[in-house]
């Protein structure tokens, strides 16, 4: 899923200052299953943008809702005859919900509540790990089903590099050495004579680098 | 192994003589006097200079025009390129610039963190890897083509190495990955810093066993620990460098004053050590801010005066 994190308060407030009513809007997708946009960060964000502006000394109104889905037309579309009465939406989704809600409501200022941070999984309550960057051509078979692009801080084809030390990064004592955890599970599997083949250059053309991205596929359309 | 390039780093391996090989790390800013300086200090004792490419991360002079400065001193450089700041259009690009000088020796590396250096909030490439450098190099240098398939007019000539870590983790995969940049085309390696001796010895030795020696030549790297404080910092804080207790003893066992002196010793007797290392080809003298000791050391190591090579 994506995962993001709540932007600081100050950063939210300073965006919509200049503003008399505003949405804070949830999405009950990934950012409710990472804590940082669903319908429970909705309320404690805007109780806590009331009482701030309520300290300032200005009525302001901050509503709440949250829908199932921001990159949806048709959950979006939920919306319409009831954004009108806001100047301003604080969208908790990930920059897809910010943008979709953007797109759809032309005259409407919609600004991120969270920072969109990556596709991951939870680790355990409160931790969240980054599994995959999309690159848009995926090499898991190649590497025991562990992503080196995503996982090894140089995205190194051919690890494990001079830096890995008792199976962790150098950049940090507490990040696994992606190319550590390939081996042992080439090992486990069987698999490590697999290991001396080089991993040919990648075409990247498929990851950002390429411009922005788009599938069409025609037997779906 | 005959020489294929007009290096003579490679031509002086080619011959079965053991090379010495030493570094310099160009400055935090245009003075192009630290350069020349450095290089005058150690010339006459070694037979080619690496110029590191903006080392743990730190933005430094680059290291093409460090080597080019090298090259009008008429000396050989080592032109050290990590796979950090450039794309394979940025690299292949300054290989032709290289080549253009006649720098005829590369050393392909992925490079360190960003994170540890002065530019901690900026990208990194990465497009390549080290190793994949290596397969570009050989493919400009060999196929004479650039990797878009192209032809290159007045292909780069390098002789062209890599950096091998035996200390790094897991040991066992440190012989396969260097069986990997020989596939990929690498010809000599420089080892990361050598403290503990025995654990190179054994690698080195698996590394026979696997076939690998007659492939590559290996210099072996030695760095002159200047104090027990720099013993400890190399030990805890340098990732992959391995310094065992007792040679961080032998340097805190030593007065102060005397330190530098002991460090050169155990500098000198690990190389005279090393020398009777099957596979060992060479040394690569790496002596951080202290290149005023190369000729010493290179002298005491009985590996002076240098071989004299004809130019091509």
């Given at each position: 899923m994506i995962i993001a994190d709540k932007k600081p308060i100050e950063e939210i407030i300073e965006t919509i200052a200049p503003f008399e009513q505003i949405l804070i809007l949830g999405c009950n997708e990934c950012v409710?299953?990472?804590?940082?946009?669903?319908?429970?960060?909705?309320?404690?964000?805007?109780?806590?943008?009331?009482?701030?502006?309520?300290?300032?000394?200005?009525?302001?109104?901050?509503?709440?809702?949250?829908?199932?889905?921001?990159?949806?037309?048709?959950?979006?579309?939920?919306?319409?005859?009831?954004?009108?009465?806001?100047?301003a939406v604080v969208s908790l989704a990930c920059g897809v919900g910010v943008q979709f809600m953007a797109d759809k409501y032309?005259?409407?200022?919609?600004?991120?509540?969270?920072?969109?941070?990556?596709?991951?999984?939870?680790?355990?309550?409160?931790?969240?790990?980054?599994?995959?960057?999309?690159?848009?051509?995926?090499?898991?078979?190649?590497?025991?089903?562990?992503?080196?692009?995503?996982?090894?801080?140089?995205?190194?084809?051919?690890?494990?590099?001079?830096?890995?030390?008792?199976?962790?990064?150098?950049?940090?004592?507490?990040?696994?050495?992606?190319?550590?955890?390939?081996?042992?599970?080439?090992?486990?599997?069987?698999?490590?004579d697999k290991y001396e083949a080089v991993a040919p250059i990648k075409d990247w053309s498929s990851d950002r680098a390429g411009g922005p991205r788009k599938i069409i596929r025609e037997d779906v359309r | 192994m005959k020489a294929a390039t007009p290096s003579r780093l490679e031509k002086i391996l080619s011959t079965g003589e053991l090379a010495v090989t030493s570094e310099c790390g160009p400055p935090r800013g245009s003075d192009p006097d630290v350069i020349t300086r450095k290089a005058d200090l150690i010339?006459?004792?070694?037979?080619?200079?690496?110029?590191?490419?903006?080392?743990?991360?730190?933005?430094?002079?680059?290291?093409?025009?460090?080597?080019?400065?090298?090259?009008?001193?008429?000396?050989?450089?080592?032109?050290q390129m990590v796979t950090r700041d450039r794309n394979r259009i940025g690299l292949q690009s300054d290989i032709l610039g290289a080549a253009s000088f006649d720098?005829?020796?590369?050393?392909?590396?992925?490079?360190?963190?960003?994170?540890?250096?002065?530019?901690?909030?900026?990208?990194?490439?990465?497009?390549?890897d080290s190793i994949q450098l290596i397969q570009t190099v050989r493919h400009m240098r060999d196929e004479h083509q650039f990797l878009g398939g192209?032809?290159?007019?007045?292909p780069p000539r390098m002789f062209v190495g890599a950096a091998a870590n035996p200390f790094a983790d897991p040991f066992e995969i440190r012989v396969p990955r260097l069986a990997k940049k020989i596939a990929a085309g690498v010809e000599f390696i420089q080892t990361q810093c050598i403290y503990n001796l025995d654990k190179f010895e054994r690698w080195i030795q698996l590394a026979g066993e696997k076939g690998l020696l007659d492939s590559v030549h290996i210099l072996a790297g030695v760095t002159p620990l200047k104090s027990a404080g720099m013993a400890r910092y190399m030990k805890n804080r340098v990732p992959g460098m391995e310094v065992p207790e007792e040679v961080i003893k032998r340097m805190a066992g030593t007065p102060k004053e005397k330190q530098a002196e002991e460090g050169i010793k155990i500098c000198v007797e690990s190389i005279q050590r090393l020398k009777q290392v099957e596979g060992v080809r060479g040394f690569h003298v790496m002596a951080i801010e202290w290149e005023e000791k190369v000729p010493e050391i290179v002298e005491k190591a009985g590996l002076h005066p240098r071989p004299t090579v004809e130019e091509d």
């Open positions: 409710t299953v990472c804590e940082a946009g669903g319908k429970k960060e909705v309320e404690i964000l805007a109780s806590a943008l009331r009482i701030y502006f309520l300290n300032q000394g200005r009525e302001i109104t901050i509503d709440e809702k949250t829908i199932e889905r921001q990159c949806d037309h048709e959950y979006l579309e939920e919306l319409r005859g009831r954004v009108d009465r806001y100047q032309k005259t409407l200022e919609v600004f991120p509540g969270v920072n969109t941070c990556f596709l991951g999984a939870t680790e355990t309550r409160g931790v969240w790990v980054e599994l995959c960057q999309a690159c848009g051509s995926c090499i898991l078979a190649q590497t025991g089903g562990i992503c080196p692009v995503t996982r090894c801080a140089k995205r190194v084809m051919n690890g494990p590099c001079g830096g890995s030390t008792k199976g962790k990064c150098e950049i940090d004592k507490e990040i696994d050495c992606a190319w550590q955890l390939i081996l042992d599970r080439m090992k486990r599997l069987g698999r490590l | 010339k006459d004792h070694v037979d080619a200079i690496n110029i590191t490419d903006n080392q743990t991360a730190v933005t430094r002079m680059c290291s093409l025009a460090a080597c080019i400065r090298l090259k009008l001193m008429g000396l050989e450089p080592i032109l720098i005829h020796n590369i050393l392909c590396l992925t490079g360190d963190h960003q994170s540890f250096g002065d530019c901690a909030a900026g990208q990194n490439v990465h497009d390549l192209n032809e290159i007019l007045r």
